[in-house]
C-alpha cells in the first residue's frame, strides 16, 4: 500500500486505531499459516497487550479465526475477500495476461505484475509456465523495490517528489545496509536511461535474473510493474540487456496502447539528469 508523506501524530485525520488493526491482518505472509500474538507483535512492532486486544477485536469482526488448540490466528474468509475484491477491481491484471502469457512463452521465463505495498512490490499478477521452476512466486508474493526489476522499475517511473519520499522510507528502513543497496538503486537509474527497463542480476536472489519494465496510466492510477524472470544461468545480464528487456519493454508499450494509457517518462527524465551531471539517483532529495 502506497503511504503518504504525512505521519500519523501531524495527520489529524490519521485513524491510529484502523492503521494498527490493518497492520495486524497485513502480518499474515501467504505462506504463514497459523500466527500468535507474541509473532504478530514482533512483525507489527506493536506491544503485546495491544495485539491482543486487536486480535480480539478481528475475531469479533469475522477477520480472524481463532484456533484456540494451538492460541493462534489464521485469516478468516472475510479478510480474504478483501483481497479478492481487490484482485477482481484491478484492470490491468486481467488485461495483461494474454501478453504476459505470449512473453512467458517466447522467453521462458516467469512474467509478473504488481504494485507497491510500503518497500515491497505485491504479485497480483503472475504468468508461469515448467521453465520457470527456479522461480517460486505467485499471486500474494513480495519483491524488495531496492533490489528486484520489478521495484527498481517502479522506483524509476515515479515523479520526483514521490520518489524522494520513498528514498526516505527505503533508507529508515533498511538503516546500516542502506549504502550498498542505494548503489544498486543508483546503478539501475543509469540502466533505466539507457535502455528504458531496469534488470537484476543477483541482487535480489544470488540464482534469480529478472528485468522490469514500469506502467504508468493516464487515470492516475499505479505505477505498477511487470518483471520477467528465471534462474540467473539463463537470464544472464547480456541477455537481459539485449533479449529480455527489450521483450518486455516492447510487452508494456503494447499493454499501454490497450489501456488507452501513457508511456512513462523516467526514461526521457533520467536521460535529462545524467546529461546535467552526476549518477541519476543523486537527483532525488535523500538517496545520501
Same mark, same amino acid.
Given at each position: 500500500? &502506497?503511504?503518504?508523506?504525512? @505521519? ?20 499474515? /505472509? $501467504?505462506?504463514?499459516?497459523l500466527?500468535?500474538?507474541q ?8 506491544? &503485546? $497487550?495491544?495485539? +491482543? ?20 490466528? /489464521? ?18 491484471? #486481467? ?17 509478473a505484475?504488481?504494485? !507497491? ?17 527456479g ?5 500474494? +508474493? !513480495?519483491? $524488495? ?9 517502479? =522506483? ?6 514521490? !520518489?524522494? +519520499? ?6 529508515e #528502513?533498511?538503516?546500516?545496509?542502506? $549504502?550498498?543497496? !542505494? ?13 528504458? =527497463? ?6 535480489? #536472489? ?8 514500469a506502467?504508468?496510466l ?14 540467473? =544461468? ?15 519493454? %516492447? ?14 517518462? =523516467? ?5 535529462? @539528469?545524467? @546529461?546535467?551531471?552526476? @549518477?541519476? %539517483? ?7
Open positions: 500500500m &502506497k503511504r503518504t508523506g504525512k @505521519k500519523p501524530a501531524t495527520d489529524r485525520n490519521f485513524v491510529v486505531a484502523l492503521s494498527r488493526g490493518l497492520d495486524v491482518l497485513r502480518a499474515f /505472509q $501467504p505462506n504463514d499459516g500466527l500468535g500474538n509473532e504478530i507483535a514482533f512483525r507489527t512492532n506493536l506491544p &503485546k $497487550p495491544t495485539v +491482543s486486544r486487536l486480535t480480539y477485536t478481528l475475531t469479533k469482526l469475522g477477520y480472524l479465526t481463532p484456533v484456540p488448540r494451538f492460541e493462534k490466528y /489464521q485469516l478468516a474468509p472475510a479478510a480474504l475477500a478483501l483481497g479478492y475484491a481487490a484482485l477482481a477491481n484491478l484492470g490491468i491484471r #486481467h488485461l495483461s495476461e494474454p501478453f504476459r502469457e505470449e512473453v512467458m512463452r517466447a522467453t521462458g521465463g516467469a512474467v505484475v504488481g504494485g !507497491r505495498d510500503r518497500q515491497s512490490m505485491i504479485y497480483f499478477g503472475q504468468s508461469r509456465g515448467s521453465e520457470t521452476v522461480v517460486q512466486l505467485d499471486v500474494g +508474493s !513480495r519483491v $524488495p523495490i531496492a533490489t528486484s526489476a520489478m521495484g527498481r522499475a517502479y =522506483f524509476w517511473a515515479l515523479d520526483e517528489e514521490e !520518489r524522494a +519520499s520513498l528514498l526516505r522510507d527505503l533508507r #528502513h533498511y538503516g546500516s545496509r542502506w $549504502p550498498k543497496l !542505494r548503489d544498486g538503486l543508483e546503478r539501475s537509474g543509469e540502466t533505466v536511461a539507457k535502455y528504458g =527497463f531496469a534488470i537484476s542480476v543477483g541482487d535480489w #536472489h544470488d540464482d534469480i535474473g529478472a528485468a522490469g519494465v506502467l504508468r493516464n487515470d492516475g492510477t499505479g505505477p505498477y510493474a511487470f518483471n520477467c524472470g528465471a534462474p540467473a =544461468f539463463r537470464f544472464t545480464e547480456e541477455r537481459l540487456i539485449t533479449d529480455i528487456g527489450p521483450r518486455l519493454l %516492447a510487452m508494456v508499450r503494447n499493454i499501454e496502447a490497450a489501456l488507452g494509457g501513457i508511456a512513462p517518462q =523516467f526514461k526521457k527524465e533520467a536521460g535529462k @539528469k545524467l @546529461k546535467s551531471g552526476g @549518477k541519476v %539517483a543523486r537527483v532525488a532529495e535523500g538517496i545520501r
